[in-house]
């Protein structure tokens, strides 16, 4: 079901600013791709280009053997991606029940996904009815995640989804990026928490100034300090 | 993780019975109950009609972010579209209550297919090529509502077009001292039928979910997977269907099509959408009451104040709500 993300030479442009210069990196089917680097490197920038929001200026995006560069944001959401920005982005004048209406395209949710979904975040159950606007920040994380997974996806494109969130509400988060993962979707997630980086990530892509600096096994960046301060500015272990 | 309750979304009502309230002062001003009655049925025909021209701007506004200065253009071609269905149904007209009606059903329909078809050439022509320039958009609506008005007079010449009632709906209904017309009952009766289905529409199907999605964050709606110019281009057309049924009933009210009206009722519908909230029916409809009824109370008590009375309304709201009656949440 999942296929490889590829991104070869990809440059983006807003306004004048010429912030993606050249991003080269593959995000592997059916592994978790973490997308690390300081502020302003060009994380959120790559996902916004890679769902479309953005448009490269230059270089290709393939997702498998399909071309996502120079498409509209519904045709690559039509071709299997599914993206969850880092402002949540919810309908918040819509219920719960109704924003998972919407994202569920192909027709009335599948019940057996829906609960799938509430085993990892029961307050979406307990508030279907309520208004998504008077969610609070973790719930609304949650129902923008949940957004994502209401039908299977090949590619999760996920920014900093454990932003400001309380380490309880974290650990469900895990658990469903594993649960994601085991069901075979290839996810490319920004994430500034290094310890969801370590539980999740299977490899790794650091960011610079618009380029990929290092690509690797997460593993290997969790064990290496000197990389990690080399490439981040900073130890990771400090930074969750 | 599901924790406390969630808090009840606060119930805004205070804003839906302002229109109670301005009719509770104005009362005792005009003190006889039947002027009052007579007045205040007369403002709500009027705030439907009010409501009908202004809700598909309101919506257009609220999702596509576009000032469509030549929404007024659209009302004038549903009047001067009615004129030609009765011009052509002429030989039908008075010949039964129920040829009458299904004249008056015709031209409401056909006002609402020309002016969707025309919705459909002018957002491709003129509204897609400057989405997110605001002052672009303002010169070239109003250079639209220009070329669509001259094309009027034209067509129709200079004159301005008679446009009576069917004759089922002329006169007035008489209880005791209240006389109420009848066209102004069939007015209020359709605003309230677009009102709720509008509601309907927007609260119960897809498309309206999606509408109101749109106004909220366009750019999410179209991650997920959905053509938001397409939708756009849809709730443009419906926008100006429903300014061309409101052309429809207000030439009637007014027994007359002119190419200028569109423009003239613009501002009223400007401060329609701007008291209730962009983007909100319901506020909409509230907007478009609560002007109507200042215009007639106004019109009634201080006559040299009604041109400025909705001025000093919409100055009231802003104040006191500075988005708008029902704001939107996001927006």
Known sequence: ?240 | MTGAALPKPRVDIWPALTPLLVAAIAAPFIGSASTFVTLTLASLAMGAMLFVMASGLTLAFGMMDVLNFGHGAFIAVGAYTATVVYRLGAPLAGGSLGLDLALFVAALVCAAVVCGALGFVYERLLVAPVYGRHLEQILITIGGAIVIEQLLLALFGTEPIDLSPPRAFQGSLVFGQIGIEKYRLVALGLGLALFVAQLVVLSRTRIGLLIRAGVENREMVEALGYRIERLFVGVFMAASALAGIGGVLWGIYQNQARAGMGGELLVLVFIVIIIGGLGSTTGCAIGATLVALIANYAGFLAPKLALVSNIVLMVAVLLWRPRGLYPLSAR
């Open chain 1, 1 to 240: 079901m999942s296929a490889n993300l590829t991104l070869d030479g990809v440059h983006t442009h807003i306004g004048r600013y010429h912030i993606l210069q050249g991003v080269d990196f593959a995000a592997a089917a059916g592994r978790t791709t973490m997308l690390l680097g300081r502020n302003g490197a060009g994380k959120t920038t790559t996902l916004r280009t890679v769902m479309g929001l953005w448009r490269a200026s230059r270089g290709t995006i393939r997702l498998g053997e399909k071309r996502l560069d120079g498409a509209r944001p519904s045709e690559i959401a039509r071709r299997g991606v599914a993206y969850v920005p880092e402002t949540m982005a919810i309908f918040s004048d819509l219920s719960v029940r109704e924003n998972l209406l919407l994202a569920a395209r192909e027709g009335p949710m599948d019940e057996g996904r829906l609960d799938w979904i509430f085993g990892f975040f029961p307050a979406l159950k307990t508030f279907w009815l309520s208004r998504a606007g008077g969610l609070s920040g973790g719930q609304k994380q949650m129902l923008s995640i949940a957004r994502a997974l209401i039908e299977p996806r090949d590619l999760l494109l996920i920014d900093e989804p454990t932003k400001g969130l309380a380490p309880a509400i974290v650990d469900g988060l895990i658990a469903c990026l594993k649960d994601i993962k085991r069901r075979g979707a290839t996810i490319l997630l920004v994430e500034q928490n290094f310890r969801v980086a370590r539980e999740v990530g299977d490899d790794v892509a650091v960011m610079d100034n618009g380029r990929i600096v290092y690509a690797g096994a997460m593993a290997e960046l969790a064990a290496d300090r000197e990389l990690q301060g080399r490439l981040l500015g900073l130890s990771l272990d400090s930074h969750q």
